[in-house]
């Protein structure tokens, strides 16, 4: 494929992330990737014959990206275009999958593994098999809502049955679901428990990165969701040595992954393979209800190639005011002042530095954040007891998802990040964001 400066995906995969597949597309490192995305979690929760959670743009080529290297993704705009949406506390019925609901749903009435399905009318039991008109998606809302969306006014509103109705009769209109999209609309259950509730709205991707280096399904490219992968019954079960290796971290539902933002990703297959996608309208830290507010967008990032920055799972820079407050990078003022007392108790110097957030999952918080503390240890080469010191005096630790995706910001010495190569990117995020 020939490599270009901007290229558009409006492509999506089956729910299958797939290194061995071509990826349908090649950017120049240092190029731009515009995509629109379909919105993830409840409408391929809703769509059976979808073999993962969600339904990710299908992966593009970076030029120059080899296995052992690093992208960095500059999230350069986040634009929702979904009307409505709709969203809760999900329920798992019994009997409607093999192993895990999300990658091998089942018909209960004829058996049909990955189903085709039709929609008949609204509501709960609206969607059926298509072989045979059962009632077949594996997950009902236990506690779910509609929530209507001002993308001007940076607000959303949950309404009551009429308009969940109304807004469910035309759900991929109002969800606005790209053209290439298979997912069923999730407003077609119409929830409605939650009535008249007030949200800012806030977009950021629950979904992006790079390919794994393993055939996986998109929604458990991750420590936490990829632990139902081990020991499965169906055709995508590995080990847990195969998903501690060939994980990449796509899947983070970290809501500071939004506008401004940087990830700098893993490569383990030659191209990178950069796929996004699960949009969120809004979240408050830990994603609590396992689910939040999926809509449709268009994503516009920028990709640069970092050759040699060999890492294991994801790096984020977020915009200087998601930062804790303990790792913002000092003003001028605060120096002046720390320069005045360690010269009143004789320090020599004083640490310049900035901010650092490695991504760690697990299968429950605490593996998590070992994780993450273990992947800031290694690949900053530092003694893990002194990695925890600084992430406490000069950092923090926040949950990106439960059961298992965290966040380890802490200041990390400019001789350091310059030692890796990244001083550069660093310095620029965040002297730019000061000005």
Not at 171 to 180: A, L, Q
Not at 209 to 229: E, R, V, Y
Request: with cysteine.
């Amino acid at each position: 494929m020939e490599a270009r400066n901007v290229v558009y995906v409006d492509e999506f995969t089956d729910g299958i992330l797939d290194p061995e597949k071509e990826m349908i597309k090649a950017v120049k490192d240092g190029g731009y990737i515009i995509a629109n995305t379909a919105p993830g979690c409840w409408g391929p929760m809703l769509t059976p014959k979808l073999k993962g959670g969600h339904e990710v743009t299908k992966p593009v080529f970076v030029e120059n990206a080899e296995v052992g290297d690093a992208v960095a993704i500059y999230i350069e705009d986040i634009q929702v275009t979904s009307i409505a949406t709709a969203s809760g506390k999900e329920k798992v019925i019994e009997g409607r999958y093999i192993s895990d609901p999300f990658v091998a749903a089942k018909c209960p009435n004829c058996g049909t593994v990955y189903p085709e399905t039709v929609i008949e009318g609204v509501g709960p039991d609206s969607i059926r098999c298509a072989n045979c008109g059962a009632d077949v998606v594996p997950f009902k809302f236990e506690h779910g809502y509609t929530m209507v969306l001002d993308k001007e006014e940076n607000i959303g509103v949950t309404v009551g049955k009429e308009a969940a109705e109304k807004i469910a009769a035309n759900g991929r209109e109002y969800m606005r679901i790209p053209h290439n999209s298979a997912q069923n609309p999730a407003v077609t259950l119409a929830p409605h428990d939650l009535v008249g509730v007030i949200s800012r709205m806030r977009p950021f991707l629950g979904q992006l990165g790079t390919l794994p280096s393993i055939k996986m399904p998109d929604s458990h490219n991750a420590g936490d969701f990829g632990t139902f992968l081990i020991g499965a019954e169906h055709e995508y079960a590995i080990t847990k040595e195969e998903l501690e290796r060939h994980r990449t971290d796509g899947h983070m539902d970290i809501n500071r992954v939004r506008k401004g933002a940087v990830v700098i990703a893993p490569v383990k297959v030659k191209g990178a393979g950069v796929y996004m996608g699960d949009m969120h309208a809004m979240q408050g830290d830990g994603e609590i209800a396992g689910h939040t507010t999926d809509v449709a967008g268009i994503v516009t990032l920028r990709v640069k190639v970092l050759k040699g920055l060999k890492i294991e799972g994801p790096i984020l820079l977020p915009n200087f005011e998601d930062l804790p407050y303990l790792a913002r990078p000092f003003t001028e003022e605060e120096l002046e002042k720390a320069k005045k007392l360690a010269n009143q108790w004789g320090a020599d110097s004083l640490e310049k530095s900035y901010p650092l957030s490695f991504i760690g999952t697990g299968a429950n918080l605490n593996e998590a954040v070992n994780n993450g503390l273990e992947r800031a240890a290694k690949f900053l080469e530092l003694p893990l007891p002194e990695v925890l010191n600084r992430a406490t005096i000069t950092g923090s630790i926040e949950i990106g998802r439960l059961p298992g995706v965290v966040t380890i910001t802490f200041l990390v010495p400019v001789e350091i990040l310059e030692k890796k190569g990244i001083l550069d990117i660093v310095k620029k995020h965040y002297t730019k964001a000061e000005n």
